[in-house]
């Protein structure tokens, strides 16, 4: 570990996954370095997974599973790619990913926000429950899939059965979607639902990059909430 | 679990690197499949002539080979021991009856791979020891496919470890579980492919072999294997000139892919392929679900 001037440096070819982690949980509330840099990832499994102070944290490179998991409060910044489950469960705070995001990326995440400059794969923000997700580039198939709160919003296409089973995620797609899942359907886009979008575009930092014009919505039917004896048979 | 890796290189002078670089890949998938491993390689080889990769006891005197097979091989076979391995090379026309002789004078010993250049290598035990034991860093060679295996469907043995090769210079690794095997197996056998093991991944392999036997190209056969194998799978499979990877359409099994001018990657996290040469800015990405990826090189 290296500390210049708030900055405190981590090198994961020198110290271990163990020990940065371990540091981060013990951060207070009121840390004294506010910006944290990982060198070297090189593709390791949970980093940054579990904070809870308000700091930034830069990892420079590629990220293994789980990279922020269940963070709250910390701004955690992947510049490489991400893979499976990154800022799965997340409560609060920002997790964007300059790369790539592998599978179920902000999966059950109740809160914050997740960005994913590229593409994110299959199952992204699965049983959300209250994230704003934001990918610039395209989602793979069952994304969304029994979302219950939260915004995803993707400004390329989503692979097939998006939003299945879904609950009351709200879903914004730009291009294509290859197929619906069960009970997620087309919506209007109201005026309502343009001012939010734009919110949450400029929560994500791409405001006047995209016209909220451009993208429909999707949500659920509201169909599957409970059991009825009539769909017994798609069980 | 298991532990999938690849390496296809594009350039020549990497040809040297092959097995170190795959030796170091395999060794971080271990924590993926540390029962079992094995790989191939795609060396050097000799149009007129087959290698047989044959796995022998650690103590087996390869001088009997030579002179036990000399009358079916066209004069004394020659012989490379590795460990519990042994690379047999006879004219290519005389496979056949050598595999007979092989099952009937030597039964306690297996063939698991023949091809112009393909060497297959595997064995219980942690990835370092296996590629420690078969000298797996100095091998050189243009491609190469490896495996570290947590068994699910079958038991940990040699004969269960991978790669599987069911046809000349062709193997498969497999990380996932097929739920049609034992139906495929029943049709493929009638089609008159012989199988060695109950494990599912065979099967697999068997599959590509008998689609490439009918004039499928690699990405062809495994296009249509999409339609036929069901289960999870990601396979990477090798062939003389090629190198493939296939994922199933639901995708649980993780793939990563590196390519640079100098090679293309395969691994099943981005952990196996950070030693690799100017990884740090290669293109990185995971391959599609339902989509072939395939490199040939020009026969």
Same mark, same amino acid.
């Not at chain 1, 789980?66 to 709250?72: E, I, L």
């Not at chain 2, 699910?152 to 043995?157: D, G, L, M, N, R």
């Given at each position: 570990m290296n500390m210049i001037e708030n900055e405190t440096s981590f090198d994961l070819r020198k110290s271990t996954l163990r020990e940065l982690n371990q540091t981060l949980h013990n951060l207070g509330s009121k840390p004294a370095a506010r910006c944290w840099r990982v060198q070297n990832p090189d593709g390791a499994h949970a980093i940054a997974a579990g904070v809870k102070a308000p700091i930034t944290i830069d990892v420079e490179g590629h990220v293994g599973y789980?990279?922020?998991?269940?963070?709250?409060l910390a701004t955690v910044i992947v510049h490489g790619n991400a893979g499976v489950g990154v800022a799965e469960n997340m409560m609060s705070g920002i997790v964007h990913v300059k790369g790539d995001a592998s599978q179920a990326a902000g999966a059950t995440a109740h809160g914050g926000t997740l960005i994913v400059n590229g593409n994110a794969s299959a199952r992204c923000g699965i049983s959300m429950k209250g994230v704003d997700i934001l990918v610039k580039g395209s989602i793979g198939h069952m994304s969304a899939f029994m979302g219950q709160a939260g915004s995803l919003v993707v400004l390329g296409n989503a692979g097939e059965a998006l939003g299945d089973s879904i609950y009351e995620a709200r879903l914004f797609v730009r291009g294509s979607v290859a197929s619906l899942g069960a009970d997620c359907i087309e919506k209007t886009m109201r005026d309502k639902d343009k001012a939010y979008l734009a919110e949450k575009l400029k929560a994500a930092g791409v405001a006047g990059e995209v016209d909220v014009a451009e993208f429909k919505r999707y949500g659920s039917a509201r169909r599957l909430y409970n059991f009825h004896i009539d769909n017994a048979g798609a069980y | 679990m298991c532990g999938i890796v690849g390496l296809y290189l594009k350039d020549k002078s990497l040809e040297p690197e092959l097995g170190s670089m795959l030796s170091s890949m395999l060794c971080v998938m271990t924590d993926r499949g540390p029962d079992s491993a094995g790989f191939a390689i795609y060396g050097q080889g000799n149009p007129d002539q087959v290698k047989l990769s044959l796995r022998t006891a650690s103590d087996f005197d390869v001088s009997d080979l030579e002179s036990e097979l000399a009358d079916v091989s066209g004069g004394r076979p020659s012989v490379m021991k590795r460990a519990t391995h042994t690379l047999l090379t006879i004219p290519a026309g005389k496979e056949a009856a050598v595999r007979n002789a092989i099952a009937a004078r030597f039964p306690e010993i297996a063939v698991v791979g023949s091809g112009t250049r393909m060497e297959i290598f595997k064995e219980v035990g942690l990835p370092a020891d296996v590629a420690s034991r078969f000298d797996l860093s100095r091998m050189t060679g243009t491609h190469g496919i490896g495996h570290t295996r947590m068994a *699910?469907?079958?038991?940990? *043995?040699t004969d269960g470890a991978h790669p599987f090769s069911t046809g000349r210079d062709q193997c498969l690794v497999h990380n996932g579980s097929l739920s049609n095997h034992a139906g495929v197996r029943r049709m493929l056998t009638h089609a008159g492919l012989t199988f060695t093991t109950d494990n599912d991944s065979e099967v697999a392999a068997g599959y590509l072999s008998w689609r490439m036997q009918k004039g499928a190209s690699l990405g062809e056969a495994l296009r249509e294997s999409l339609d036929d194998l069901d289960g999870f799978y990601t396979f990477v499979v090798g062939t003389e000139s090629g190198f493939g990877v296939l994922r199933d359409p639901i995708a649980c099994k993780p793939a990563v892919m590196a390519e640079t001018d100098r090679y293309v990657a395969f691994g099943s996290e981005y952990r196996a392929l950070v030693n690799l040469p100017g990884v740090a800015n290669a293109k990185v990405w995971e391959p599609e679900p339902s989509t072939p990826y395939f490199w040939e090189s020009a026969a």
């Open positions: 789980y990279c922020a998991g269940m963070n709250q | *699910t469907e079958s038991a940990v *043995t």
